[in-house]
């Protein structure tokens, strides 16, 4: 049962994009939560980024998983 390296290596490449939007996007958030000029700008740039964060995690942890568990049916 071989993995596909191909789907790994684009997994893993969509997990590690999202890895700054990760601490980004809440980090944002809590600054527009405080009182600062253009408080909507951050907490609307914040959620963007963790919606990202977690669209871009979703993606990786599919592109690994597929990567691990479709394999070729073809030698069983």
Same mark, same amino acid.
């Given at each position: 049962m071989a993995s596909d390296k191909d789907k790994l290596m684009k997994g893993a490449w969509f997990l590690a994009a999202a @890895?700054?939007? /990760? @601490?980004?996007?809440?980090? *944002?958030? +809590? /600054?527009?939560?405080?009182?600062?000029?253009?408080? +909507? *700008?951050?907490i609307t740039l914040g959620i963007v980024f963790m919606l990202t964060a977690f669209a871009l995690g979703v993606m990786g942890i599919r592109k690994l998983l597929s990567g691990f568990f479709d394999g070729d049916n073809n030698n069983e």
């Open positions: @890895f700054p939007f /990760i @601490f980004g996007g809440p980090t *944002l958030f +809590y /600054i527009g939560s405080g009182d600062v000029e253009n408080k +909507y *700008l951050f």
